[in-house]
């Protein structure tokens, strides 16, 4: 049995101790949405981000369907953790639940976690409305540095799509080296380096001062010249131009006409 003054000095907290634990005030909070059929799954995936990262708030629902109702009834938490780790059928079937929702709720930003990791797949992902792709080979750390990535407005791609485009996009390299060695304008230079860093067209046309209906016209030009068929490809064929040299990203583009 503990004395009085041993239970005393070890219910003292040591104030370095104390500030070791502290959340940083400069850090913000991320509110998630975790969505998930498996109560069990759920909860040790929650926790587990939890007692990684104190600065994650996660909230649990059992469907995208449950999520949609608690998020009609005025709530802004908008980041979205979906657990999609079922069969290939089901997974397909996922998607245009995750397309309609996307559609219906804009506002709404979704990550997937999944089993899956073939190109076709983890790019229809993206097509649906998906900002976000986490296979479960990755570690809970780079889960993390995912979800807080989309969470500021950028979109992760993880390693192996880009190992899969790699193989893809050789022919479409190989069709581009015959361009000049600044095959771009300057304006569309600056929406590469806004596309090579995952920002959304809106932060994008806000940046730059232009209209986003002009953004989109510079990205469908690029992907053109690129004969690329998404902006991960785009991203993925522009390092592969830099790396050669044939690409000058440090070109001082004007950020204020809207041309």
Excluded: W
């Excluded at 104030?15 to 940083?24: F, G, K, M, T």
């Excluded at 949405?33 to 995936?45: A, G, H, M, Y």
């Excluded at 929702?101 to 506002?107: G, K």
């Excluded at 479960?136 to 950028?154: F, N, P, Y």
């Amino acid at each position: 049995m503990l004395s009085l003054e041993t239970r005393d000095r070890e219910a003292k907290i040591d104030p370095d101790e104390e500030r070791a634990y502290s959340i940083p005030s400069s850090v913000r909070p991320i509110r998630l949405n975790v969505v998930d059929d498996r109560p069990l799954i759920r909860s040790c995936f929650g926790n587990s981000l939890i007692e990684a990262d104190p600065c994650i708030e996660v909230s649990y629902f059992d469907s995208l369907e449950a999520l949609v109702a608690s998020h009609d009834d005025g709530s802004n938490d908008r980041l979205v953790l979906y657990c999609d780790t079922g069969t290939r059928s089901q997974v397909e079937k996922n998607l245009e639940s995750i397309k309609t929702l996307t559609a219906q709720n804009p506002d709404l930003v979704l990550i997937l976690l999944s089993e899956i990791e073939e190109l076709e797949d983890m790019t229809q992902a993206f097509k649906c409305g998906v900002r976000g792709y986490i296979p479960t080979s990755a570690s809970l750390d780079i889960a993390i540095q995912a979800i807080r990535l989309v969470d500021r407005g950028g979109i992760y791609v993880p390693h192996s799509i880009l190992s899969h485009i790699g193989q893809s996009g050789k022919r479409a390299t190989q069709n581009s080296q015959a361009a000049p060695a600044d095959p771009f304008t300057n304006r569309q230079l600056s929406v590469i380096n806004a596309l090579r860093k995952g920002k959304p067209n809106k932060i994008i046309a806000y940046e730059l001062n232009m209209c986003e209906s002009t953004v989109k016209v510079h990205i469908r030009n690029i992907m053109k010249r690129l004969n690329a068929k998404n902006r991960t490809e785009v991203a993925y064929l522009l390092n592969e131009m830099e790396a050669e040299g044939r690409l000058n990203t440090d070109k001082n583009a004007p950020n204020s006409d809207l041309h």
